[in-house]
């Protein structure tokens, strides 16, 4: 019917990243380090898994350069696949992930405004979660006991287990063409719109329009800038024990923390941002909101104080 608005493509949710590594060793340590467990080598690629039910969270890849691979979502339907490869641009014909773990379909398109891959999938194979040991103690306020008595805290030192990916963003050279392209052609909806003081936007934050599903803050942002480059990837742990002893983890492995540990006021995580050995800022965080499509669009000017409510100060690396 004329007017109507164009088919979106829906997607159901976040679902793995690729990195590509000059210094394979190097950033498979790192991995395991920062909490992913390892699942299949194939060739030059590494799939790493975390303990939910994705196959695989993040693919580490053998190359001659540093370079962000880009980013996959799953899709609701086959039909939203093969549309896609239609109608996206540079986009792929559909083909099979032969060699990944759960396989399943995928199409990969160019980003309209600066040209990186991202990758839809359908048909991947979930798995079981894996059997990790993670603390489940009721927590004592100072009037409100909630642990029994002669029951006790006890952690153990180790890496901070990574559960999923939860979202990730990049420096955009052009706003508002990839804020208009991405939401008219997926299911993205703006949780959060930053502007400067002239109040042109300049950051979104989208979640997932999954109508009364309650679905996180948001699984993807991205901000204008001078230059494209990935700003960060973001997993999510189990709470804020297990995202300090993380942290602790890190630091005494001599790896370079970016910001962190503090609570993030859109979206309200606690964060934990590190670079790994190639450069890229990954996080951990614990405790996001959760929204439905009652929530509306939040406006807001850029500052300081509207990143994060406790914590370091924002550091200059972080911002760029």
């Avoid at 380090?33 to 969270?57: A, H």
């Avoid at 993205?188 to 009364?212: I, Q, Y």
Wanted: contains cysteine; glycine residues 8%; hydrophobic residues 35%.
């Amino acid at each position: 019917m004329a007017g109507d608005a164009p088919r979106k493509i829906s997607l159901n949710r976040i679902a793995h990243a690729y990195y590509k590594y000059a210094d394979i060793d190097k950033a498979v340590k790192f991995l395991a380090d920062f909490g992913f467990t390892e699942e299949k080598k194939v060739g030059d690629k590494i799939y790493f898994r975390g303990y939910g039910t994705e196959p695989w969270v993040i693919c580490a890849i053998k190359a001659d350069k540093n370079e962000f691979g880009g980013i996959g979502y799953v899709v609701d339907s086959e039909e939203d696949l093969q549309y896609a490869s239609e109608i996206l641009p540079k986009a792929t014909k559909v083909h099979v992930l032969e060699d990944a773990p759960g396989k399943g379909k995928c199409v990969t398109f160019a980003d309209p405004v600066d040209g990186f891959p991202f990758h839809l999938v359908y048909g991947q194979e979930t798995t079981d979660m894996l059997d990790i040991p993670l603390p489940q103690e009721a927590y004592n306020y100072p009037t409100e006991k909630n642990r029994g008595v002669n029951q006790f805290q006890r952690f153990q030192k180790r890496p901070a287990p990574v559960h999923k990916l939860g979202h990730w963003g990049h420096c955009t050279t052009n706003f508002a063409k990839a804020y208009e392209f991405y939401t008219s052609h997926f299911n993205l909806l703006p949780s959060d719109v930053v502007h400067d003081e002239a109040g042109v936007d300049m950051t979104a934050f989208f979640r997932l329009n999954r109508g009364k599903e309650q679905v996180d803050h948001h699984c993807f942002f991205f901000y204008q800038g001078p230059e494209f480059h990935v700003h960060h990837s973001s997993y999510e742990t189990h709470d804020f024990d297990t995202q300090v002893l993380g942290h602790d983890w890190l630091r005494e492995q001599g790896y370079k923390n970016c910001w962190g540990v503090g609570r993030h006021v859109m979206g309200s995580q606690i964060f934990d941002y590190w670079f790994d050995p190639a450069g890229f800022i990954m996080e951990h965080y614990v405790d996001g909101d959760l929204v439905d499509d009652t929530e509306p669009t939040h406006r807001s000017k850029a500052s300081p104080d509207s990143l994060h409510v406790w914590g370091p100060d924002v550091p200059s690396d972080f911002l760029v």
